[in-house]
């Protein structure tokens, strides 16, 4: 290869002569240098730091300042123990804020279930949980967040198909999320997982689109029904008790009568009987005091009164009557 020659206003410059001992030297001061660096690490407050000696485990850091070992002596790995941390199951949030959006890919394989009574739901929902024990999250169980998404998923079917369709979609939804919840939470300790299970929550829970038409047609048939027997039932609690009442009045009042018939009918009996032996004491004054009594009765019905010795004649030419026969 054809070399070219410098030109004619160019200088040649040659490195300078360098020490090997300081080379050496400045070599050995940056190894040291990075392993001093390497010794300490900071963790953050929702984190814990454990520190792993070859891979393993020593000790848990607190947040703040630590030291250690330079690696690969002593190696650290944070764990958000204080962050609250959710797994989503038919579904994916891809961006969360005001106007959250969701992945567009299909998850029907986490979510589909078949009910109690042989009906398919889709069920979506939440998992939240906190890391309560970072050493058994890290060395108890291999690759701990697919376990707990298995796990979430494996009971949450075992709860759904012990529920009928109508309990899955309706009133039955926060029993299926404490069941869930408390499934859940045994499982992570008899697995020794080292996870706080806090909330699950039914994010939606729908019927497969196929049949979402006719499964919607079902639910009106079921409003209707459930309207029409509310409206037969305020009818039934409108005119029952009204009825009820008449009769009962009715009967009260019957009941009333009756004492009072057989009151007045002892009262004329004992009236009759006190007569009848104040008769065969004295029938005379009897007679005259039942005389005098029914002239008492009778006599204020007739307006003029003529009051006439018995043995009296030609009482006619002394009475002065009128044309109309009155006096």
Not at 29 to 42: E, K, R, S, Y
Not at 69 to 92: A, S, Y
Not at 156 to 185: C, N, S, Y
Request: aromatic fraction near 8%; glycine fraction near 6%; charge should be positive.
């Amino acid at each position: 290869m054809e070399q070219t020659p410098f030109p004619h206003n160019v200088k040649r410059v040659t490195p300078p002569n360098i020490n090997p001992r300081f080379l050496v030297l400045a070599g050995v001061v940056l190894i040291l240098g990075a392993l001093v660096w390497n010794m300490w690490f900071t963790v953050p407050p929702e984190n814990v730091g454990v520190v792993l000696r070859f891979g393993r485990y020593v000790r848990e850091a607190k947040p703040g300042l630590n030291f250690k070992l330079p690696d690969p002596v002593e190696t650290v790995i944070q764990v958000p123990v204080q962050r609250q941390l959710k797994e989503e199951f038919g579904f994916r949030t891809k961006t969360a804020g005001v106007r959250t959006s969701y992945s567009k890919r299909d998850y029907k394989g986490e979510s589909l279930m078949l009910t109690g009574d042989l009906n398919v739901v889709v069920v979506e929902w939440i998992t939240q949980y906190r890391i309560s024990d970072p050493y058994k999250l890290l060395f108890k169980v291999r690759n701990p967040r697919m376990t707990f998404r298995d796990m979430n998923e494996a009971v949450m079917r075992e709860v759904v198909g012990d529920k009928k369709v109508d309990q899955v979609l309706t009133t039955g939804r926060q029993q299926i999320a404490d069941q869930v919840k408390q499934r859940l939470q045994a499982l992570c300790r008899q697995y020794q997982m080292g996870i706080t299970v806090d909330q699950v929550v039914l994010q939606d829970v729908n019927p497969p689109d196929p049949v979402k038409p006719s499964f919607n047609e079902v639910n009106q048939a079921q409003q209707e029904r459930e309207k029409l027997i509310n409206q037969a039932m305020s009818e039934y609690n409108r005119i029952i008790p009204k009825a009820k009442g008449e009769a009962l009045r009715l009967i009260q009042q019957a009941e009333g009568y009756a004492t009072e018939r057989i009151n007045k009918a002892k009262g004329d009996a004992a009236f009759f009987e006190a007569l009848a032996a104040a008769y065969r004491q004295a029938p005379e004054v009897t007679q005259e005091r039942i005389y005098l009594e029914t002239m008492e009765s009778v006599l204020p019905r007739f307006k003029d009164k003529t009051v006439i010795d018995s043995k009296l004649e030609g009482l006619l030419p002394l009475l002065q009557l009128d044309k109309g026969g009155k006096k």
